[in-house]
């Protein structure tokens, strides 16, 4: 299939060993809708990395940073369901946008934190995904104007054949949607199986998320991480 947008990789990397975790989590399976799994912890790379492997993802909120959600249902976005609008697409042979992965890794998730109502990407999440991206666990999306200047962008975390989207920014209009389309491309060409967007909302459900029971999640999320993907690779 052809590609709508080309995406420059800059670099290359696999994820690099980590050491045990030190924390055994709960099954989420035995929890209520809401998904609160887990307090306190902390934020090392093996911690999330195990987290993620088991269904569940941090989420601080004002009343505590170190919280464990998977929520029920969960929200996906299947592999080839992207819904590009006509004008979408009409930006994308537009060549307006250059899009990379993992040019500016730090200042994407730092235009994500910086928002005016307010985030749960705290300083610790922002020190916490940057140690994974440095380590090949994490990656992002970056969409540049014509000037060179970052119009909008995503990041999130592999591991196998997962990717769980984590956020998105856009100071230019369409450019988060570009990166999203960048992003799913990506995933599509180098076998990720299941791409993980947490909680719908508006944005995401507009381009094709879904929301899914959270067993047939953990069902999905055992299969895809026992597969090794190249997904920050040149295709």
């Avoid at 989590?25 to 809401?34: G, I």
């Avoid at 919280?67 to 369901?81: E, H, K, N, Q, T």
């Avoid at 299941?194 to 459900?205: C, G």
Wanted: net charge negative; hydrophobic share 40%.
């Amino acid at each position: 299939m052809a590609r709508l947008i080309q995406v420059q990789v800059v670099g290359t990397s696999e994820p690099r060993p980590l050491p045990p975790c030190r924390y055994r989590f709960p099954d989420p399976l035995q929890c209520d809708e809401v998904g609160l799994v887990a307090t306190g912890g902390d934020f090392e790379p093996e911690t999330i990395i195990e987290a993620y492997r088991h269904a569940i993802f941090p989420w601080p909120h004002p009343d505590g940073e170190r919280l464990w959600f998977s929520p029920d249902p969960r929200a996906i976005i299947p592999v080839g369901g992207l819904h590009v609008s006509r004008r979408l697409a009409r930006t994308l042979q537009s060549a307006r946008f250059r899009v990379t992965m993992n040019a500016a890794f730090d200042r994407v998730i730092r235009a994500c934190a910086d928002r005016e109502e307010g985030t749960w990407i705290t300083p610790a999440i922002v020190e916490s995904y940057g140690r994974l991206h440095e380590l090949g666990w994490a990656h992002s999306f970056e969409v540049w104007t014509g000037d060179g200047a970052l119009g909008g962008g995503l990041y999130g975390v592999q591991v196998g054949a997962l990717f769980g989207a984590e956020s998105m920014f856009h100071i230019v209009t369409d450019a988060s949607k570009v990166a999203m389309v960048a992003m799913m491309e990506q995933a599509e060409q180098t076998g990720i199986q299941l791409i993980d967007v947490q909680v719908a909302n508006p944005h995401t459900t507009s381009m094709g998320a879904v929301e899914i029971p959270r067993a047939e999640y953990v069902s999905r999320l055992r299969e895809a991480i026992a597969q090794p993907v190249p997904f920050a690779h040149h295709v």
